[in-house]
Antibody, heavy 123, light 113 residues
Framework: EVQLVQSGTEVKKPGESLKISCQGSGYNFDNYWIGWVRQMPGKGLEWMGMIYPGDSHTKYSPSFQGQVTISADKSISTAYLQWTSLKASDTAMYYC????????????????WGKGTTVTVSS | DIVMTQSPDSLAVSLGERATINCKSSQSVLYSLNNKNHLAWYQQKPGQPPKLLISWASTRESGVPDRFSGSGSGTDFTLTINSLQAEDVAVYYCHQYYNTPRTFGQGTKLEIK
């Protein structure tokens, strides 16, 4: 069974750093683009960016470029989303999501979602 | 960026009736090389991650009830839910995967009348 298991709930203060994780299993992690999607409280879905674990090539939404860093460690089938200085406006649910395709040049719809990581930033 | 606009923002439908959700993209998501519409529909129930219902505008995912159907091409798409069931209460999103950045519609909240 294809699964994405995300790290647990985080409560942080403004200005702190954070790295959340997403571990894939049940498929060849290297060959599928993994993305991150933000959902702020009571709001819709926002695609942040994605990474190809095979070579760590990344694509970011302009809205999130420079605000977060997406990385991956293919040796442990894990993708990461990182902040260096959190803001209250980063409070949200963050989903990792596999993009169906199976190769560097094939990345289509999101077919598998993690259960989400809740991040709360408050002083 | 491709802007995805759904209508309505919310709707209430009686059990057993049909629900129709529309999605319009700011540019065509029909890819000429494969002649496919790069458009998906997701269902999100409270407290859960989204669930893929339909890809390529009209291909139902395995296990999705056949009362769910997708149609449309180019810039205009529709998700239809026939014979609405109580478990269909959710927010529905359209999503384009024609290019990056990927974008979603704002969501349509479906309730029982």
């Amino acid at each position: 069974e294809v699964q994405l298991v995300q790290s647990g709930t985080e409560v942080k203060k403004p200005g702190e750093s954070l790295k959340i994780s997403c571990q894939g299993s049940g498929y060849n992690f290297d060959n599928y683009w993994i993305g991150w999607v933000r959902q702020m409280p009571g709001k819709g879905l926002e695609w942040m960016g994605m990474i190809y674990p095979g070579d760590s090539h990344t694509k970011y939404s302009p809205s999130f470029q420079g605000q977060v860093t997406i990385s991956a460690d293919k040796s442990i089938s894990t993708a990461y989303l990182q902040w260096t200085s959190l803001k209250a406006s980063d409070t949200a649910m963050y989903y990792c999501a596999r993009h169906f395709g199976g190769s560097y040049f094939s990345y289509f719809y999101i077919d598998v979602w993690g259960k989400g990581t809740t991040v709360t930033v408050s002083s | 960026d491709i802007v995805m606009t759904q209508s309505p923002d919310s709707l209430a439908v009686s059990l057993g009736e049909r629900a129709t959700i529309n999605c319009k993209s700011s540019q065509s998501v029909l890819y000429s090389l494969n002649n496919k519409n790069h458009l998906a529909w997701y269902q999100q129930k409270p407290g859960q991650p989204p669930k893929l219902l339909i890809s390529w505008a009209s291909t139902r995912e395995s296990g999705v009830p056949d009362r769910f159907s997708g149609s449309g091409s180019g810039t205009d798409f529709t998700l239809t839910i026939n014979s609405l069931q109580a478990e269909d209460v959710a927010v529905y999103y359209c999503h384009q995967y024609y290019n990056t950045p990927r974008t979603f519609g704002q969501g349509t909240k479906l309730e029982i009348k």
